[in-house]
């Protein structure tokens, strides 16, 4: 005899006793018990699996056999027969994601002529798969409104337990898979019906507000992720408080935090533009400064400097001026303004390539750094996490270069 799945009539359902049929070891440790009664959801139809106890043993998972109910313990009970209890809270969580799908399915059938392909009930939100290609904004909103105009109006689940025969009775949305001898039916009257064996709300209203976050195209059609009841009051909490957070900080009210993000952008843009500008003087002038007081040596002068406080770009743009001059190579080092990391550019003017080598320089420097980096001959850089061992890395890079 199949375990009697009582949560099918009545999935308010939260204590029971039943009577222990068989309890197998695991190869894993844990035991497999089966009853001839259970409360116990197993995971299926996207519905992840109750947890709960059984006595005073943890139920760990649950899932389908052959049409029994197998729940996973850790260890076996000892009497012939245990109480049951389901961790309630998070059973009606997942009736109330489970039967908001229902409701949104409906909603998009109407409003899109969509039809449900796939179902995922997730940790944190819920997935459908649509057979569409796009949807608009305007069009979500619209599901949106029915689905939750369904929710104010309160509408009873109704359960129908009908034979193969009697299906055509009903305005199905998906016929069964396979043939059975009887079936389990959940109809929202005038609005979705379709076979289900997972657990309901009683009436619409207990799903609570139904919340699409995002949409994204996916093989053969579009995915929705949506937030139910509790999930959806936690999740318009979060969006509050971030975005209550955000308005305090640019000093706006919330309707206009777009206006003031442009604003914003603009503004940077325009500083970012004066700062290349004077990133660009200035290195002018220091790489001026640095190539009068290099010391020449055979002709050649090997300019090594270090910059503290500064970003990439600053490094980089004083090592391409610098090598502008004329028999002239730069070993250019910067450390960024939290003084955690560092970055180098190497450069050398092109009439001194490929005799010096700025790639090969590179390679010698880096491991002081605990850094990576490459370029070519002419120019080459990288960066490490380690601004003590500039000056071994430039002193190293510099015997590369000149052979002592
Ligand atoms: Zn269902």
Known sequence: MLTARLYYANSYVKEFSA???????????????????????????????????????????????????????????????????????????????????????????????ASNTGFHLGQVSSQIDLDIDVITDGQLAEIELVANTMVFNNVPFRIHMVTAEELSNFPLRKQPAKHYDSLRLIEVPDFDCCPCGGTHVNATGEIGLIKIRSWERKKNGIRLDFVCGHRALTDYQGKNEAVKDLAARLSVPPAELAAAYEKQADRLAAVSKELATARQELCCRL??????????????????????????AAVGELARQLATYEYTVALIAGVSPDNTKTHLVFAANPALTPAFNMNTALKAALPFLDGKGGGSPQLAQGGGAKPSGIPAGLTAAQKVLTGK
């Open 287 to 312: 790489a001026q400064d640095l190539y009068a007081q290099a010391p020449e040596t055979a002709g050649i002068k090997i300019i090594t400097h270090t910059l503290a406080n500064v970003l990439p």
């Open 19 to 113: 009577r222990v049929v068989s309890a197998a070891p695991l190869p894993t440790g844990n035991y497999a018990i089966i009853l001839d009664r259970t409360v116990f959801y197993p995971e299926s139809g996207g519905q992840p699996a109750d947890t709960g106890f059984l006595d005073t043993i943890p139920v760990l998972d649950v899932q389908e056999q052959s049409g029994d109910i197998v729940h996973i313990t850790p260890s076996c009970p000892q009497q012939q027969t245990v109480s049951g209890r389901i961790n309630w809270q998070r059973r009606f969580d997942h009736m109330q994601q489970h039967s908001g799908e229902h409701v949104l399915t409906g909603a998009c059938r109407q409003i899109v002529k």
